[in-house]
C-alpha cells in the first residue's frame, strides 16, 4: 500500500469546517466576490450588509461550531423539536447580534472599492481576423472555410492543425465538401492579413511572411531572407561564421541581416492575447506603502465584505419564539432556520479568520524582508524559507505556504507574489548566509553588462561570483541561470 502523502494525512486530522477553511483561503481576492455570491445563493440566511454607519454594527463572539452531538437529522419524530434552543437568536435589544463589522484600519476607505471601475472594451485576436474576411471576394461556401481555418489559428496567431483534419472537420460537423488544394488557397488569402505573419505553420515561415511585406530591394531585408530560407538551422544555432562564409557577406552586411531578422514577431498573435489579458489581471491583495522609512500594510478591501444574517430569517424566529402553539411543522421550519443561520455565522467568521491569516502572513513577511520593501533592492533580500514565517506567526507551514502561493503584493517597486520572498540560503568567505535571490540577481547583472560579442561561460561567471566572495560551483552557476531563462554564452553571442 502507498504511504499517504503528508498532506493528506493532515486532510484526515481536519473537521469538515476545517477544510473549507483552508480552501477559502486559497481564493484569490479576484475570485472571492465568486465564491461569496456562490454561498449567498445557497444561504438565504447570509446577506450583504446595508449601507450603514459603523456605529450600527455590534462584534459578535467568536462563533464557535457546535459539537458533533448537537448536530441532527429529523425523522419527524415529536422528540426531535421538544427542546429548541433559539434564545441566542432572539434576545431583545439585540437585533443585530449575528452582523459582524469586517472592516477597520486594515482596509482603505470603503468607498474609494465601491468606486465605478471603467472596462476596457477590446476586440479579440479572432474578430480581427475575421473582419478581415469582408475584404476578399468569397462566396457563402469559401467563406465559410475561411472561417473555420480562422478559428484553427491558436492565440500566438499559428495554424498548427493538419489541413486533412479540416477537411474531415468540414466535413463531418458542417457538412461542407473541400480540398486540402481550396483550403491552402485560402491559407495564402488569410497569410496576407494583418498581423504580418499570421496564419504561419511554423516560425520560419512566420518570419519569411513578415519579411516578404519589406522591401525587397534593400540588402539587408534580401540577405535576411536568404539566411531564414536557405539557413534556418544554422541561424538559430548561432553558427554565424558558417552563414557569412556561404553568403558570401561582410561583417556588416551580417550584422545588417540579423538585425533585421531580430526585429521580426516570432509570435504575431502575441499581442492581442496580452491585451485581453485584462480579463484575468493581478489584483493585489496586499498594498505596502513606505511613509517616510515606515512601512504601512493594508489589505485590499475586497477582502472585507460586508456580510450580515438575514433580518427577516430573525424575525421569524421572533415570531416562533413569541407564539404560544407551536405545532411540529413550525418546529421544523425552525431547525431549518436555526441551521442556515448556523451556516451563515460559520461562514462569516471564516471570512474573518482569513483576513486575520492573510494580515499576519504579510505582516511577518513584510517585518523579514523590511530592507527589500524600503529599497527595493533584491539583494537586500534574506534567505527565508516556509518554516521561517510559520514560526512567527504560530501558523501551520501548509497554511503559509497556501498564502505564499496564491497572493500578492503591491509595493511601489511593483507586484510581486509572496513566493517570490522565499529562497534557500547561500554562504559567503565569512560564513555569512545570503538569500540565492541575491546571488541570482548578481548573476543576472554580470550577464547583462557582460561584451555580447564575448559572453561570459559558466566557468568565468562562477569565478567571478567566488571573487565577490560567494562559495558556489559551476554546476550551481548553470542552475541558477536556467532558472533565470538565460541560455548559454554561444546562443547569447550577438555580432
Known amino acids: ?34 465564491r461569496i455570491k456562490e454561498e449567498l445563493e445557497e444561504n438565504p440566511a447570509l446577506e450583504y450588509g446595508e449601507e450603514a454607519g459603523e456605529d450600527e454594527f455590534k462584534e459578535q463572539e467568536e462563533f464557535e461550531t457546535p459539537a458533533e452531538e448537537d448536530e441532527f437529522e429529523p425523522d419527524g419524530s415529536e422528540n426531535e423539536y421538544d427542546n429548541i434552543d433559539i434564545s441566542e437568536y ?17 482596509y482603505p476607505d470603503p468607498d474609494e472599492s465601491n468606486k465605478t471601475i471603467p472596462i476596457r472594451v477590446e476586440t479579440s485576436f479572432h474578430e480581427h481576423l475575421l473582419s478581415q474576411l469582408g475584404m476578399l471576394e468569397l462566396d457563402d461556401h469559401q467563406n465559410a472555410i475561411a472561417e473555420h481555418i480562422i478559428g484553427s489559428i491558436d492565440d500566438d496567431g499559428y495554424l498548427r492543425r493538419e489541413i486533412s483534419s479540416m477537411v474531415d472537420d468540414l466535413s463531418f460537423s458542417q457538412n461542407i465538401d473541400t480540398t486540402e488544394e481550396e483550403i491552402n488557397t485560402l491559407i495564402k488569402k488569410i497569410q496576407d492579413f494583418d498581423p504580418a505573419g499570421v496564419c504561419a505553420t511554423d516560425l520560419k515561415e512566420c518570419l519569411l511572411l513578415q519579411l516578404k511585406r519589406k522591401v525587397q530591394d534593400d540588402p539587408g531585408v534580401h540577405n535576411a531572407y536568404l539566411i531564414l530560407e536557405n539557413y534556418f538551422d544554422e541561424f538559430t544555432k548561432k553558427h554565424y561564421e558558417k552563414i557569412q562564409k556561404a553568403l558570401g557577406l561582410t561583417d556588416e552586411g551580417l550584422k545588417e541581416a540579423i538585425t533585421q531578422i531580430i526585429k521580426l514577431t516570432p509570435k504575431p498573435g502575441g499581442n492581442f492575447a496580452t491585451l485581453n489579458k485584462a480579463e484575468s489581471y493581478v489584483l493585489p491583495d496586499f498594498f505596502i506603502l513606505n511613509n517616510a522609512g515606515k512601512l504601512e500594510l493594508t489589505l485590499n478591501s475586497r477582502n472585507a465584505p460586508d456580510l450580515r444574517i438575514s433580518g427577516g430569517y430573525r424575525e421569524m424566529l421572533k415570531e416562533y419564539d413569541r407564539g404560544d402553539k407551536k405545532d411540529k411543522r413550525q418546529k421544523e421550519a425552525v431547525l431549518f432556520i436555526k441551521q442556515k443561520i448556523d451556516a451563515a455565522k460559520w461562514f462569516i467568521d471564516a471570512i474573518k479568520q482569513r483576513q486575520h491569516t492573510l494580515l499576519s502572513t504579510m505582516e511577518s513577511i513584510m517585518d523579514y524582508q523590511r530592507e527589500f520593501f524600503l529599497t527595493g533592492d533584491e539583494t537586500t533580500m534574506k534567505p527565508m524559507i516556509l518554516k521561517d514565517i510559520a514560526d512567527r ?30 529562497s534557500e540560503s547561500l554562504s559567503t568567505d565569512s560564513g555569512e548566509e545570503v538569500s540565492t535571490r541575491e546571488v541570482k540577481k548578481i548573476l543576472s547583472d554580470l550577464i547583462e553588462a557582460e561584451n555580447k560579442r564575448k559572453p561570459l561561460s559558466d566557468e568565468n561567471l562562477t569565478k567571478m561570483l567566488q571573487d565577490k566572495g560567494y562559495n558556489i560551483a559551476r554546476r550551481t552557476v548553470a542552475k541558477y541561470r536556467e532558472q533565470l531563462n538565460i541560455p548559454v554564452a554561444r546562443l547569447r553571442k550577438e555580432l
Open 393 to 422: 506567526t504560530q501558523l501551520d507551514i501548509s497554511t503559509v505556504s497556501r498564502v505564499a502561493n496564491s497572493k500578492y503584493v503591491q509595493t511601489e517597486f511593483g507586484t510581486f507574489k509572496l513566493k517570490f520572498f522565499f
Open 90 to 106: 432572539v434576545s431583545e435589544g439585540d437585533d443585530d447580534v449575528a452582523d459582524y463589522k469586517l472592516r477597520d484600519d486594515n
Open 1 to 34: 500500500m502507498l504511504k499517504q502523502t503528508q498532506q493528506q494525512k493532515l486532510l484526515q486530522k481536519l473537521s469538515p469546517q476545517q477544510i473549507q477553511l483552508m480552501k477559502l483561503l486559497q481564493v484569490p481576492t479576484v475570485n472571492l466576490e465568486e
